[in-house]
């Protein structure tokens, strides 16, 4: 594996399911009592969130706990990124800290590329959603939770709904489960489809219904509030209708076929409450596993130097 | 004044001559007197002084990007003896005073003729228009107006600018670009934005605006020149307008001939200027565009920016790059060595038709008896590696660094006077 985490294109097949293994191996670990390992121990990881993501910023400050790093927690909120410190001073300061591994959220597509590329750090820098461009730790989870209910996905069909053009999560698994052997397709109002999007590995479609019956994982990807009055569809009643997955679009999947949202869900508008609330619905387990993918990635970057699964010693901790 | 015995130098790629170089003119080798300084020029080629219609020299205002003397010494280090210096500082080159202060600032460097932009409108608000007329009859003379930076997309407006500057035979040089449609764009919207997650640039933002501004130059019978043409469809439409008879012109840059937005995947701002990197398809034509006489002329858009504005993530960078020392050497790269044009036709394209354009009357001339001694001599031989540091510019945003570029300036001579002499500047 490389030395950073920046796109889902970073990582072969061979990369990608060493990390789902590794996880995989790590989350039995939730299950008990001390839900910890020395891996990492007096090694520092730092979040540099530049952007509010509570729940992504807590799932990699557990992940991190878990192995025993030092996490420091920099929201640019509450630093001087708000009085307007460049990246690179910043950057210089974390490096000076002694940061091994820099976990970046950034709203600027790049930014973590441009923290691992430009010299100003040494540490490893893992991309925790920059912009429109990727979120490749969720195309983890994701592909995780596929495969723990899928098994493997070679040859999976996995429908993706929503607002492809602005979301990092979209790239990111197109990437990962293309690498992993997944069909995908991307279903989206043709304003919400990248131009290009033919170049990538995937089919694409404007029609949810048709999409539905051989789709063995659905997921739902959240419609911004500020796209509703950039005239990239009509109203939010509209959206729902023609891509929102209600209870009859629900009723029209094959039954072992799960449904995911990578959250915060728009109850009533991407999701219906009850698709939601299902037992088929992935959507608390992927939160889970997001946990155990982020330790399985810190562990490979920081601990393994060439990867591996933890030693028997260590699981047994 | 010293008079220069320039020997064995190809005129415009042809037969080896002599240039005697006396009073600002060129004279007959055989009347070379006696204290004549030689300059052996044997394997140089010698073209008229380029002239650049697109620069941004900063001053007044972005003194910690450039000022009018160090963007002039790169221009002379480039090979340019007259330069256009765009509107957009601060304050804005909007009334005859400004225009005065950088002519005035640029004939106290005396690198090379600096001949001030006005803006179109009053700080280029794009809401009502500038003193044009101020600004044409002042000392500067200014015959080129652009917001540059900001389209004229008011379609009264820009039509009431084309229609005004008739009276003095100005031009309108229109930076073309559908506000609405490239709202936050940061690159060229193609399979690479939709990867990288940037938001686009489309092509159809130029086009739209090339197609509006032909149609109503040919409407009321003036001068358009359409600055910095990036893409295929543009080619297209100035084709297509100047068989229509209309009096369109375009320029394109350097770095619209040689860079592509494949180099954004870098994410490294360097990179990243306006209008943005086009693909190779793009470039493809637009070489073929300036071979064939549709593209006029190739201007620099020279833009410096200071380290901290490119130092930073891709959003957050100024756009724009340097041009001026490395354009001749692009030129040669990507049109000569590959056999798109000759050197005369490169001093069609790099100082005759722009100076035609900006009504530069002494520049831009044939080197023949009794022209301006504006002269650069540069030796195709050379291959150089480009280096940042050893610029003129303040700035160090060169997006060729590394890069190994054919061909070096030896020589400028602005009206006799060497501003560059033994590839250094003086």
Redesign the interface.
């Known amino acids: 594996m490389r030395r950073h985490l920046l796109s889902s294109a970073d990582l072969t097949r061979d990369d990608a399911l060493e990390i789902l293994d590794t996880a995989a191996e790590l989350l039995s670990l939730a299950d008990r009592p001390i839900k910890k390992l020395p891996t990492l121990r007096g090694r520092t990881v730092v979040n540099l969130f530049f952007e509010d993501s509570t729940r992504t910023r807590i799932s990699f400050e557990a992940a991190a706990k878990r192995l025993s790093a030092d996490v420091i927690n920099f929201a640019a909120k509450g630093s001087s990124v708000s009085k307007g410190e460049?990246?690179?001073d910043t950057a210089l300061t974390l490096e000076a800290m002694g940061a091994d591994a820099v976990v970046i959220r950034?709203?600027?597509?790049?930014?973590p590329?441009?923290l691992a590329?430009?010299g100003w750090v040494r540490s490893c820098v893992v991309n925790a959603g920059?912009?429109?461009?990727?979120h490749p730790t969720q195309a983890l989870l994701d592909a995780f939770t596929l495969r723990r209910h899928l098994g493997d996905l070679e040859g999976r069909r996995v429908t993706i709904v929503g607002d492809v053009l602005h979301s990092?999560v979209a790239?990111s698994n197109a990437l990962l489960l293309s690498t992993l052997g997944a069909e995908v397709t991307l279903v989206a109002p043709p304003t919400l489809l990248?131009?290009?999007?033919s170049?990538?590995p995937v089919q694409t479609s404007y029609d949810l219904d048709g999409a539905l019956d051989k789709s063995d994982a659905v997921m739902m990807l959240r419609v911004q509030s500020e796209r509703m009055n950039d005239a990239f569809f009509p109203s939010a009643r509209e959206y729902s209708r023609r891509y929102g997955l209600d209870d009859r679009r629900f009723a029209r999947l094959p039954v072992h076929a799960i449904v995911m949202h990578p959250g915060p869900m728009n109850r009533g508008m991407e999701i219906s409450a009850t698709v939601a609330d299902s037992a088929r619905s992935v959507i608390v387990e992927q939160v889970t596993n997001g946990v155990a993918v982020r330790m399985a990635v810190l562990y490979l970057l920081l601990g393994g130097s060439t990867g591996g699964q933890p030693t028997a010693e260590e699981a047994a901790l | 004044m010293t008079t220069y015995l320039v020997t064995g130098v190809s005129v415009l790629g042809g037969t080896p001559c002599d240039l005697l170089l006396r009073d600002g003119r060129v004279l007959d080798p055989a009347d070379a007197p006696r204290d004549a300084v030689t300059v052996d020029a044997e394997g140089l080629v010698a073209l008229p002084g380029l002239v650049d219609l697109h620069t941004h020299l900063r001053e007044p205002g972005r003194e910690d990007a450039e000022t009018v003397e160090s963007g002039s010494r790169a221009a002379a280090a480039g090979g340019f003896t007259a330069v256009h210096a765009m509107a957009n500082t601060e304050p804005v080159a909007d009334t005859a005073g400004v225009v005065e202060q950088v002519h005035n600032l640029g004939q106290t460097a005396g690198y090379c003729d600096v001949r001030p932009v006005g803006a179109v409108t009053v700080g280029l608000d794009g809401r009502r228009l500038a003193e044009l007329g101020a600004m044409a009859d002042s000392a500067a003379r200014v015959r080129v107006f652009s917001d540059d930076g900001i389209c004229v997309s008011d379609a009264v407006l820009m039509r009431r600018a084309l229609e005004y500057v008739k009276a003095f035979d100005g031009v309108v040089a229109q930076h073309p670009q559908e506000p609405r449609l490239t709202e936050g764009a940061q690159m060229n919207e193609g399979a690479m934005s939709g990867v990288l997650g940037l938001v686009g640039w489309p092509a159809v933002a130029e086009e739209a605006m090339i197609a509006r501004d032909c149609l109503l130059a040919g409407h009321v019978g003036s001068r358009l020149h359409v600055c910095h043409v990036s893409t295929s469809g543009s080619v297209e439409l100035i084709r297509w307008a100047k068989s229509k008879g209309w009096a369109v012109t375009a320029e394109v840059t350097p770095h619209h001939l040689l860079l592509t937005d494949e180099l954004v995947a870098t994410y490294d701002p360097i990179y990243k200027v306006n209008p943005p990197l086009r693909t190779s398809e793009d470039v493809a034509v637009l070489r073929a565009g300036l071979a064939d006489g549709t593209i006029d002329c190739v201007a620099t858009d020279h833009a410096p920016h200071p380290t901290e504005d490119k130092e930073c993530e891709w959003g957050a960078a100024a756009m724009g790059m340097l041009g001026l020392e490395t354009a001749l050497s692009v030129v040669q790269h990507t049109m000569v060595d590959t056999g798109l044009l000759d050197w005369a036709a490169v001093a069609d394209r790099m100082s005759v038709r722009p100076a035609s354009i900006g009504r530069v009357f002494d520049q831009g001339q044939p080197l023949q008896l009794g022209s301006p001694a504006n002269v650069v001599l540069i030796d195709p031989t050379v291959v150089r590696t480009i280096e940042p540091m050893e610029s003129q510019s303040l700035s160090r945003n060169n997006p060729f660094r590394g890069m190994e570029l054919p061909g070096r300036v030896v020589a400028t001579f602005l009206r006799g006077r060497p501003t560059v002499l033994d590839g250094t500047l003086l």
């Open positions: 460049s990246l690179k950034h709203g600027s597509s790049g930014a590329h441009r590329t430009s920059d912009g429109t461009h990727e990092r790239r990248p131009v290009g999007v170049t990538w």
